[in-house]
């Protein structure tokens, strides 16, 4: 070839490499791009056109750009290939929009990408769900799910009152649940428990599609989250709670066992009537413990938990009155049980010869209406409460006791409580009236206590009028005295212990004293100078003397024990207590069933021996009932056993002590009753019926009583009037003088009057029951300045000290008289008056060293009436006694 030959002009846009760079460029910019190369090269500026290096190339090009080209380009199809290009590149993960697709397809997923995002959705979420569960802890049951109360019951066992907590409830052990109980919820509720994991995924679906539509979510729930959701969580009927009660269900499937799972969902349900838990509606429906129920009864229980309202056959108005009414309810109720108890004859539960037992459907106890704490229920419980949490040897405390789930087992007789209650008021509306006599009837209080003599169990109390007005108990002590009924233990302790010998040192044993008879004569006069037991005359600490007087300053003379005890004479049986000692008192009323606390008054006056005590009308009734049972003494109690979830903790054990010999009790009793038959206790006659029983009235007719008994029952009733203001620890009792429209109150008026008309009806329908005789007991002793008579006989029979009463006495105490003549008898008043002149037999009434008449006159104060402490030995003692005349209110003597 020429060496002149020239080369083929070689294209000046950079060759292939051009070419390549050209067709990488975006479509939108490939003009503006060729141009600038043109600008910028250098052929251009010599005057020579671009080119991509022939056909070839440019066709290669156009290849690699991935395009084809289109109309709306170039001649040389730039614009085209350019569009080639823009989906070209490196692949994408995510094929969205899709590459090579143009118009609607470029939009549309492909099932890969859809079957992707739907594996990595599901991922994620199986790994957010493990996360939580992994994370998630069940939280405690609610106060509410564990929440219980104390339910106390009568003597009969059937409830009283449910209180102390929120929700009647009392919690059970799995093993305390009936197997027939657990049966009938599992077949009815939940066929799977035994083998799932708390969750059934169809029933979750199925309650999500009801939620959905609005309608009924019941059913869908297996047992374990019906659980979680009653004890764990709230009510609500929402999606979060849902969700929520999933994955805590997982977890306490997984966590919890079976056992435990279906003693909370029982322990939890509310089974209507206010009960919530088995041994709750075990109560409420058929009045019995869980542990009693049968597989009928647990099979209709079961029922209620599919919703009490429409399956109780005591309907349900309230909720709505057609759907929810007896019939219907009754109706549904059937039904349902006899499917559940078919239920678990093809789930292998129950046998078919067991199921054929049962074909009358075991309609339940009709509803019992709500006890409140109004009324006597509330000093029941208050009792029944203090007396457990004195004596269990569980050491349940107060705190322990006010977060429920106790069931205590009360004494208390139900009718009996309601006639004693029905007795007081009968009186009050007929004889006090606070409008009338405002000065008079306003702050009137009656109490009472009824004790069974042969166990101790206290069978009915009166505490009060209401007790949610009223927070005082008056069936417990309050601070009244009891006057006369005190006497019988001064008795007891004369036969007891004995007199003392006056020549020996005070302290004596059993041998030097002298057991003291029933018969035996002390002097009855007004105004007696108590003596020490050895003939000085008693002294208080100020040098004062000590006078006691008889109600209505009445002068008895020389009376036997029995009759003195019949009048309710102050002054034989004080001197009577100083001759024997007013320890020895003390000690026999201790050994009676008192107690040696606050109320035990001070025993070391004269007047200690007339009742300046104030034990309640629960120890009266007790210690009266160790006469009853001729000296045998058992505690007064109110609480039979009591059970915590389902398990006894407290039984009560009848402990009998022997408080006197038989002869001594039944002695006693003699004496009291012909208080009741001939004295001033007429009023609580029980006509065909043994009664023994004693009237008192207290200084300043302050407080009256009467406490009796038959040989079954011990009663004690008291009378008083009382500051109302109960904030106030040392409140003032007040007189009774003019209340009721009466002079003065005595034990023989309103108290015997209520006591009869309670035992009349409380001992109605029993058998009768008669005392034993007595057996002659003791010496026939002479006290107070009493004469002993001639062993001569009378020539004139002497009165009958149980019928006949004494002369009247003169209105004024006089000088000691003369000893009567030796052939006058000890209760001869007409032949001692005759010998002494007409005088009456006593005393010396003044007792003061300077002979004054006014000495001793006052009748003494409620703190035992010490002495004032005057120069002149005036002294201070204690009116109590009775009226002699029987007339009364009711006919009844003082």
Same mark, same amino acid.
């Given at each position: 070839?020429?060496?002149?030959?020239?080369?083929?002009?070689?294209?000046?846009?950079?060759?292939?490499?051009?070419?390549?760079?050209?067709?990488?460029?975006?479509?939108?910019?490939?003009?503006?791009?060729?141009?600038?190369?043109?600008?910028?090269?250098?052929?251009?500026?010599?005057?020579?056109?671009?080119?991509?290096?022939?056909?070839?190339?440019?066709?290669?090009?156009?290849?690699?750009?991935?395009?084809?080209?289109?109309?709306?380009?170039?001649?040389?199809?730039?614009?085209?290939?350019?569009?080639?290009?823009?989906?070209?590149?490196?692949?994408?993960?995510?094929?969205?929009?899709?590459?090579?697709?143009?118009?609607?397809?470029?939009?549309?997923?492909?099932?890969?990408?859809?079957?992707?995002?739907?594996?990595?959705?599901?991922?994620?979420?199986?790994?957010?769900?493990?996360?939580?569960?992994?994370?998630?802890?069940?939280?405690?049951?609610?106060?509410?799910?564990?929440?219980?109360?104390?339910?106390?019951?009568?003597?009969?066992?059937?409830?009283?009152?449910?209180?102390?907590?929120?929700?009647?409830?009392?919690?059970?052990?799995?093993?305390?649940?009936?197997?027939?109980?657990?049966?009938?919820?599992?077949?009815?509720?939940?066929?799977?428990?035994?083998?799932?994991?708390?969750?059934?995924?169809?029933?979750?679906?199925?309650?999500?599609?009801?939620?959905?539509?609005?309608?009924?979510?019941?059913?869908?729930?297996?047992?374990?989250?019906?659980?979680?959701?009653?004890?764990?969580?709230?009510?609500?009927?929402?999606?979060?709670?849902?969700?929520?009660?999933?994955?805590?269900?997982?977890?306490?499937?997984?966590?919890?066992?079976?056992?435990?799972?279906?003693?909370?969902?029982?322990?939890? $349900?509310?089974?209507?009537?206010?009960?919530?838990?088995?041994?709750?509606?075990?109560?409420?429906?058929?009045?019995?413990?869980?542990?009693?129920?049968?597989?009928?009864?647990?099979?209709?229980?079961?029922?209620?938990?599919?919703?009490?309202?429409?399956?109780?056959?005591?309907?349900?108005?309230?909720?709505?009155?057609?759907?929810?009414?007896?019939?219907?309810?009754?109706?549904?109720?059937?039904?349902?049980?006899?499917?559940?108890?078919?239920? !678990?004859?093809?789930?292998?539960?129950?046998?078919?010869?067991?199921?054929?037992?049962?074909?009358?459907?075991?309609?339940?106890?009709?509803?019992?209406?709500?006890?409140?704490?109004?009324?006597?229920?509330?000093?029941?419980?208050?009792?029944?409460?203090?007396?457990?949490?004195?004596?269990?040897?569980?050491?349940?405390?107060?705190?322990?006791?006010?977060?429920?789930?106790?069931?205590?087992?009360?004494?208390?007789?139900?009718?009996?409580?309601?006639?004693?209650?029905?007795?007081?008021?009968?009186?009050?509306?007929?004889?006090?009236?606070?409008?009338?006599?405002?000065?008079?009837?306003?702050?009137?209080?009656?109490?009472?206590?009824?004790?069974?003599?042969?166990?101790?169990?206290?069978?009915?109390?009166?505490?009060?009028?209401?007790?949610?007005?009223?927070?005082?108990?008056?069936?417990?002590?309050?601070?009244?005295?009891?006057?006369?009924?005190?006497?019988?233990?001064?008795?007891?302790?004369?036969?007891?212990?004995?007199?003392?010998?006056?020549?020996?040192?005070?302290?004596? $044993?059993?041998?030097?004293?002298?057991?003291?008879?029933?018969?035996?004569?002390?002097?009855?006069?007004?105004?007696?100078?108590?003596?020490?037991?050895?003939? !000085?005359?008693?002294?208080?600490?100020?040098?004062?003397?000590?006078?006691?007087?008889?109600?209505?300053?009445?002068?008895?003379?020389?009376?036997?024990?029995?009759?003195?005890?019949?009048?309710?004479?102050?002054?034989?049986?004080?001197?009577?207590?100083?001759?024997?000692?007013?320890?020895?008192?003390? !000690?026999?009323?201790?050994?009676?069933?008192?107690?040696?606390?606050?109320?035990?008054?001070?025993?070391?006056?004269?007047?200690? $021996?007339?009742?300046?005590?104030?034990?309640?009308?629960?120890?009266?009734?007790?210690?009266?009932?160790?006469?009853?049972?001729?000296?045998?003494?058992?505690?007064?109690?109110?609480?039979?056993?009591?059970?915590?979830?389902?398990?006894?903790?407290?039984?009560?054990?009848?402990?009998?002590?022997?408080?006197?010999?038989?002869?001594?009790?039944?002695?006693?009793?003699?004496?009291?009753?012909?208080?009741?038959?001939?004295?001033?206790?007429?009023?609580?006659?029980?006509?065909?019926?043994?009664?023994?029983?004693?009237?008192?009235?207290?200084?300043?007719?302050?407080?009256?009583?009467?406490?009796?008994?038959?040989?079954?029952?011990?009663?004690?009733?008291?009378?008083?009037?009382?500051?109302?203001?109960?904030?106030?620890?040392?409140?003032?009792?007040?007189?009774?003088?003019?209340?009721?429209?009466?002079?003065?109150?005595?034990?023989?008026?309103?108290?015997? !009057?209520?006591?009869?008309?309670?035992?009349?009806?409380?001992?109605?329908?029993?058998?009768?029951?008669?005392?034993?005789?007595?057996?002659?007991?003791?010496?026939?002793?002479?006290?107070?300045?009493?004469?002993?008579?001639?062993?001569?006989?009378?020539?004139?029979?002497?009165?009958?000290?149980?019928?006949?009463?004494?002369?009247?006495?003169?209105?004024?105490?006089?000088?000691?008289?003369?000893?009567?003549?030796?052939?006058?008898?000890?209760?001869?008043?007409?032949?001692?008056?005759?010998?002494?002149?007409?005088?009456?037999?006593?005393?010396?009434?003044?007792?003061?060293?300077?002979?004054?008449?006014?000495?001793?006159?006052?009748?003494?104060?409620?703190?035992?009436?010490?002495?004032?402490?005057?120069?002149?030995?005036?002294?201070?003692?204690?009116?109590?006694?009775?009226?002699?005349?029987?007339?009364?209110?009711?006919?009844?003597?003082?």
């Amino acid at each position: 070839m020429s060496e002149h030959r020239r080369k083929a002009p070689q294209p000046q846009g950079g060759g292939r490499a051009a070419a390549r760079r050209a067709a990488q460029q975006p479509a939108g910019r490939r003009t503006d791009a060729s141009r600038r190369a043109t600008e910028e090269s250098p052929s251009v500026e010599h005057g020579e056109e671009s080119s991509y290096g022939g056909r070839a190339e440019a066709r290669r090009a156009a290849q690699r750009g991935g395009g084809r080209r289109r109309g709306g380009g170039d001649s040389t199809g730039h614009e085209g290939r350019g569009r080639g290009r823009e989906d070209s590149g490196k692949k994408r993960m995510i094929d969205y929009p899709r590459a090579g697709k143009y118009g609607f397809r470029r939009w549309v997923p492909s099932w890969k990408l859809v079957s992707g995002l739907c594996l990595g959705f599901l991922g994620l979420m199986m790994g957010a769900a493990g996360i939580a569960y992994a994370l998630v802890v069940p939280p405690e049951p609610k106060d509410l799910a564990t929440a219980q109360n104390n339910v106390y019951y009568w003597a009969d066992d059937t409830q009283m009152v449910a209180t102390g907590g929120s929700v009647n409830r009392q919690s059970l052990e799995y093993a305390q649940i009936p197997a027939a109980m657990r049966n009938a919820v599992i077949s009815a509720e939940n066929k799977s428990f035994d083998d799932d994991r708390g969750i059934d995924p169809m029933g979750i679906a199925r309650a999500f599609y009801n939620m959905a539509r609005g309608g009924d979510t019941q059913g869908g729930s297996t047992i374990t989250q019906q659980y979680v959701k009653n004890s764990m969580l709230s009510q609500d009927q929402t999606v979060s709670r849902k969700v929520k009660e999933l994955f805590i269900t997982l977890k306490v499937g997984e966590t919890v066992k079976k056992n435990k799972v279906m003693e909370g969902y029982l322990n939890v $349900s509310y089974y209507g009537r206010g009960a919530s838990g088995l041994q709750a509606a075990a109560r409420a429906y058929y009045g019995k413990d869980a542990t009693d129920l049968n597989p009928s009864e647990c099979a209709f229980l079961a029922t209620l938990l599919k919703g009490a309202s429409y399956y109780d056959p005591a309907g349900a108005p309230e909720v709505d009155s057609v759907k929810a009414s007896a019939k219907e309810n009754t109706r549904r109720a059937k039904a349902r049980w006899e499917w559940i108890l078919d239920e !678990q004859v093809k789930d292998g539960r129950m046998s078919a010869t067991e199921r054929a037992k049962y074909d009358t459907f075991p309609m339940p106890d009709k509803p019992k209406k709500d006890a409140k704490l109004g009324g006597q229920t509330g000093y029941l419980v208050d009792l029944a409460t203090k007396y457990f949490l004195a004596h269990n040897k569980e050491g349940v405390t107060e705190k322990e006791l006010s977060r429920g789930g106790y069931e205590i087992h009360t004494t208390f007789v139900k009718k009996k409580v309601d006639q004693l209650e029905k007795s007081i008021k009968k009186v009050y509306e007929a004889k006090i009236d606070p409008k009338k006599r405002p000065d008079k009837d306003t702050h009137v209080e009656f109490g009472g206590a009824s004790v069974d003599t042969k166990t101790g169990a206290i069978v009915a109390t009166y505490g009060g009028q209401n007790a949610t007005t009223h927070y005082t108990n008056n069936a417990d002590a309050t601070g009244a005295q009891v006057g006369s009924t005190w006497k019988p233990f001064v008795l007891a302790a004369a036969m007891q212990y004995g007199k003392r010998n006056p020549e020996l040192g005070p302290d004596q $044993s059993a041998s030097e004293r002298t057991i003291v008879s029933p018969k035996s004569t002390y002097n009855g006069d007004n105004k007696l100078r108590i003596n020490e037991y050895n003939g !000085q005359v008693w002294e208080n600490d100020d040098g004062g003397e000590w006078l006691q007087t008889n109600d209505g300053d009445r002068s008895y003379g020389d009376m036997t024990l029995k009759y003195a005890m019949q009048e309710s004479a102050n002054s034989p049986y004080v001197q009577l207590g100083m001759d024997v000692g007013t320890d020895k008192v003390k !000690q026999a009323a201790l050994d009676a069933g008192l107690r040696d606390d606050d109320y035990m008054a001070n025993s070391n006056v004269p007047s200690f $021996s007339i009742g300046t005590s104030s034990p309640s009308a629960i120890r009266m009734a007790g210690a009266y009932a160790t006469f009853a049972t001729s000296g045998k003494q058992r505690e007064p109690f109110s609480v039979t056993e009591v059970k915590h979830k389902g398990e006894v903790i407290y039984k009560h054990e009848t402990k009998t002590k022997p408080a006197f010999s038989n002869v001594i009790a039944d002695n006693v009793t003699d004496v009291l009753k012909n208080v009741v038959e001939n004295g001033t206790g007429t009023p609580a006659q029980l006509p065909g019926r043994d009664v023994a029983g004693k009237t008192g009235t207290t200084d300043g007719n302050k407080s009256a009583w009467f406490v009796g008994y038959t040989p079954q029952l011990s009663t004690a009733v008291s009378m008083f009037r009382m500051d109302d203001d109960e904030t106030q620890k040392n409140r003032e009792f007040l007189e009774m003088y003019g209340t009721g429209g009466e002079k003065s109150i005595h034990g023989a008026s309103f108290p015997a !009057q209520i006591w009869h008309n309670y035992m009349a009806e409380a001992v109605k329908g029993t058998k009768v029951v008669n005392f034993p005789k007595p057996e002659p007991y003791g010496d026939t002793v002479f006290g107070g300045g009493a004469v002993s008579p001639s062993p001569t006989p009378s020539p004139t029979p002497s009165p009958s000290e149980t019928t006949e009463e004494p002369t009247s006495p003169s209105p004024t105490p006089t000088t000691p008289s003369p000893s009567p003549s030796e052939t006058c008898q000890p209760l001869d008043w007409e032949c001692k008056n005759n010998q002494n002149g007409g005088t009456s037999n006593g005393n010396n009434s003044g007792g003061t060293t300077d002979g004054s008449t006014d000495g001793g006159t006052d009748a003494g104060t409620s703190d035992g009436g010490t002495d004032t402490g005057t120069t002149t030995g005036t002294t201070e003692g204690t009116t109590e006694g009775e009226e002699t005349s029987r007339g009364g209110i009711f006919g009844g003597g003082g």
